[in-house]
């Protein structure tokens, strides 16, 4: 049977199939990008009193990271995991085997998870304004230029991203 003697039922469903599917496939690969089960759920430490940190826990949340909270303060942790104090910021996150420490930019995460380079993790130093839950109208949208550090399992670091440099 040739496609001009199929039924013209037949054809609108072969059609319909055949134009379908390019699209779930899309539509699949695109979920996939965001989907929280496609990323290590990502463990916090920080203090239970921090606006910060629970603004850089929701705004990856939103960005489709999935995050498990632990409100006893990071410095123990933080040590156990071997991060040099020097890198120390408010909270302190684990995921994928990778330390997390501070502000961290979600894009910058989700590279070191793809790239998966011999480190220990990533770092913003201190509280930077205008890094991801220092930003926005209570800091009077400052944004100040500040690194993500890739910092490696000899405890020296090198600039992994810059932020508002030019």
Known sequence: MTLASTPLLSRRRLLRAATALPLAGLAGAAMAQKSPSALPVLQVWKDPNCGCCQDWVDYLKADGFVVQVFDTGNTAVRRRLGLPDRYG???????GGYVIEGHVNAREIRRLLTEKPDALGLAVP??????PGMDGPVYGDRRDPYDVVLVLKDGSSRVYQSYFRS
């Open 89 to 95: 910021s408010c909270h302190t996150g684990l995921v």
């Open 126 to 131: 201190g509280m930077p304004v205008g890094s």
